[in-house]
């Protein structure tokens, strides 16, 4: 290159393209960086990557069918203490408490994620189109969320389960009737906002229907509440389902951490002093509600940046 006003030849080095692997990363950025200065969020993803590490690999890390009574030489090896064999001892029945736990993490994180999919995205679409259209359309959706959060949520989904049966998707279905009542209400205030800014109008003024000035120019701005509202919502879902099967409404073929505090509950554990029964499973409840709520804490301040002065 020449500099004309110096008539010199000037050497540019050529600017080198960032890597494809920080460029991959790039939108990760204000994620990785909320987990680098609150170790409770960090905490939170921690938790659950161990927990769907456990769902995948538990046929590797289980030592046993969870559902398959141990014997030796005929007799069932009922109600043993923990030893090398068994590490969390067996069931009144002979069956291994370890590997239920285990395999418990599989229907945990089945309900939790999919109940949080169906609340997440109710509640988004309910108030983008509330707040987006308002009138008759706005109080006829908020009448419908006055009336869900109306409804006691935990006799509601016994009631639901126990009409339609047994089952991990009912149960799923059942919360995703009704949980997307907050997200609704937030989402819709959030609109209300959103709508009238300046790259709405400018949507408008350049001809896009109103689906297509909700669905592409405001959905992305109020998606991140939705995440939120939706990690919040993992685990509630895992709380309900370890409810609903405890009080004995929930699917009897499957494993689930609730199930196994209903068969330590009716055998009398707490009575003989099996600690190792129903500690672990309800530990595992706790922690995965709590790892829910500290990725909610930790995303809250990429919503609202004035908290991270606090």
Not at 53 to 73: G, K, N, S
Not at 115 to 123: E, K, N, P, Q
Not at 195 to 214: D, K, L
Request: charged share 15%; hydrophobic share 55%.
């Amino acid at each position: 290159m020449v500099d004309v006003t110096r008539g010199a030849e000037v050497t540019v080095a050529p600017v080198a393209a960032p890597p494809r692997a920080s460029r991959l990363l790039r939108p990760l950025a204000p994620t990785i960086d909320i987990l680098k200065r609150d170790r409770f969020a960090l905490a939170g993803v921690v938790i659950y990557a161990v927990l769907i590490l456990v769902a995948i690999f538990a046929p590797l890390i289980a030592p046993h069918d969870p559902q398959v009574v141990m014997e030796r030489d005929g007799l069932w090896l009922t109600n043993q203490k923990p030893s090398s064999a068994f590490l969390l001892g067996t069931t009144n029945v002979g069956r291994d408490i370890f590997s239920q736990l285990v395999y418990g993490a599989r229907p945990a994180l089945l309900v939790g994620f999919s109940a949080a999919f169906i609340v997440a995205f109710v509640g988004t679409v309910v108030g983008l189109v509330a707040g987006y259209f308002g009138g008759w359309i706005d109080n006829l959706l908020m009448r419908l969320t006055d009336v869900a959060f109306g409804i006691p949520f935990l006799p509601f989904v016994i009631v639901l389960v126990a009409f339609l049966g047994p089952s991990i998707w009912n149960v799923v279905l059942s919360m995703g009737l009704l949980l997307w009542r907050d997200t609704a209400r937030i989402i819709r205030s959030q609109v209300l906002t959103v709508r009238e800014r300046a790259f709405v109008q400018a949507a408008h003024i350049s001809g896009a229907s109103s689906w297509r000035t909700m669905f592409l120019y405001i959905a992305p701005n109020i998606l991140a509440l939705s995440f939120l509202y939706g990690t919040l919502a993992i685990g509630w879902a895992i709380l309900t389902e370890a409810s609903v099967s405890f009080l004995g409404f929930g699917d009897p073929t499957v494993v689930s951490w609730g199930f196994m505090l209903q068969d330590a509950y009716v055998s009398q554990a707490l009575a003989r002093g099996a600690y190792y029964w129903f500690v672990p499973p309800g530990v595992c409840i706790m922690l995965a509600v709590m790892g829910g709520f500290f990725i909610g804490r930790g995303y809250e301040e990429l919503l609202f940046p004035r908290l991270r002065e606090r």
